[in-house]
């Protein structure tokens, strides 16, 4: 979405300057010479931004941000002051100016700015975006399941959101890490602030502290102005860093200072820069391997895992595949203007026995694809892609049992017995098309134990038949 600023300023030239040194953002300019009709600009097309003088005639600039912050509007307002007003200019930051810029400003600081600025704006929208979602689900919103397995992590969930551990979320890719770290973010008392998402992985090494703390101007080349990090614009939130794992061991003892101090200095910088951050981590690594491997410092390790949530993989909770079906659908179809609505049965359970080994993501786009070729309400298997078929089936106790810290010898026995037991009943329904009397005898078993065990598993025979 385009971003719209408005220039508030009585001088023409000084206007026009603005709006040609802001040319670059590709952002939409609106003008007002001074303080009552930028009220009337703000009423008419609701900038995102507010770039202000602050000596003008009727209505100062000050004067104008005082209204704003009475009236509860929390638009950002940048003050350019002349030379030799910048206590004018700390009263207006008081008022509840976002920041200051002094003339002559220098260009690449002004954009910087208000680059800055914009990235907290659209970090609102997004967390908007995530409560107006939320809403419109139960329980934890996007975190779609009844299984055991699910219920087990919104427990979690509930258990540590209101308060401000550090959480560890490991599982594979593809299994929802982040939608439970903003599911965190949302139940907790810091929802109001901004939920800022970090992927380790994909930052270069040498970007990646320039992108975490910030960094002053001239402190590498092309760093033309001061530029604001992550943890800075997390300040009151959460701070979310995706694929830990990847993260360099050299910043990775950058991160457990910051973690343990809640201050850091911006990259060239001297001056101390003091936050108030909640960390939330993931990794599809198994990190006692890494720390084993000299890979990933142990104490930082702990310091992060103070809580540890896992996800489990798709494979292991296909009893929630017909929900997750049914919630894309219907995002799907609002996003695409379509009406796929029917799901046969056949389709449904092949959707219910494939691999899945990209998770959730690939049965998401898997979805999503269909609903875009699909020209009526049924759902045709031919829509989906082929590789989903080709994978196979996930056969039973094919998976080796792996150690993963926190978890006990006997916890660990009962996740691949019930694996087992799972993946064997479910084979057997489907070769009997959901048949409890006959499925009962084959496997060696009484009516109504299958039954229970059916229950005990959360397995819906009709999904087989």
């Known amino acids: ?105 220098d ?26 979602e939320i809403r419109q689900h139960s329980g934890f919103g996007l975190l779609i399941g009844r299984g055991r397995a699910m219920q087990k992590v919104c427990d979690l969930i509930g258990k540590v959101a209101g308060t401000d551990a550090t959480v560890l979320i490991t599982g594979e890719s593809g299994t929802g890490k982040e939608l439970v770290a903003r599911a965190i973010h949302e139940q907790s008392g810091r929802n109001a602030r901004p939920f800022v ?28 102005a001061r530029r604001r990090g992550k943890f800075e614009l997390a300040d009151g939130g959460t701070l979310f860093l995706d694929e830990i794992g990847d993260m360099h061991l050299e910043t990775q003892a950058k991160l457990l200072r910051v973690l343990q101090e809640q201050r850091f200095e911006r990259l060239g910088g001297s001056q101390t820069v003091t936050v108030d951050v909640r960390v939330i981590s993931a990794t599809n690594k198994d990190l006692p391997t890494e720390i084993a491997r000299g890979q990933f410092r142990e104490d930082l390790y702990y310091r992060l895992k103070v809580v540890d949530i896992f996800l489990p993989p798709l494979r292991d909770r296909r009893e929630d595949i017909p ?32 691999a899945w080994p990209g998770n959730i993501r690939e049965l998401m786009h898997a979805i999503e694809r269909a609903a875009i070729l699909s020209e009526g309400r049924a759902l045709n298997k031919n829509l989906l892609p082929d590789d989903i078929w080709t994978a196979g089936p996930q056969s039973a106790g094919t998976a080796d049992p792996v150690w993963r810290d926190g978890i006990s010898f006997r916890d660990a026995k009962q996740e691949v017995v019930q694996s087992f037991e799972t993946a064997f009943i479910r084979s057997a329904l489907e070769h009997h098309n959901g048949n409890i009397s006959r499925t009962a005898p084959a496997i060696g078993m009484k009516r109504q134990a299958l039954q229970q065990k059916l229950k005990e598993l959360e397995i819906d025979p009709a999904l087989y038949r």
């Open 197 to 224: 998402a970090v992927n380790a992985a994909a930052l270069p090494t040498e970007l990646i502290e320039s992108e975490m703390f910030g960094h002053e101007r001239g402190a590498f080349t092309g760093a033309t």
């Open 323 to 354: 929900l997750l079906v049914q919630h894309f659908l219907a995002r799907f179809n609002r996003r695409h203007n379509k009406v796929l609505t029917d799901i046969p049965a056949d389709v449904m359970k092949m959707l219910m026995t494939c």
């Open 1 to 105: 979405m385009q971003h719209k600023i408005l220039i508030v300023d009585d001088d023409p030239a000084a206007r026009y300057g603005l709006k040609r040194a802001l040319a670059a953002l590709s952002c939409e300019i609106v003008e007002a010479a001074d303080g009552e009709a930028a009220l009337r600009v703000i009423a008419r097309d609701n900038p995102d931004l507010l770039i202000c003088d602050i000596q003008m005639p009727k209505m100062d600039g000050l004067t104008l941000v005082e209204h704003l912050t009475e009236q509860g509007d929390a638009r950002p307002v940048v003050m350019i002051t002349a030379y030799g007003s910048e206590r004018i200019a700390v009263e207006a930051m008081k008022a509840g100016a976002y920041d200051y810029l002094s003339k002559p400003y």
């Open 107 to 132: 260009v690449d600081e002004l954009r910087c700015s208000v680059e800055n600025v914009l990235e907290t704006v659209r970090l609102r929208r997004e967390n908007e975006t995530l409560r107006n």
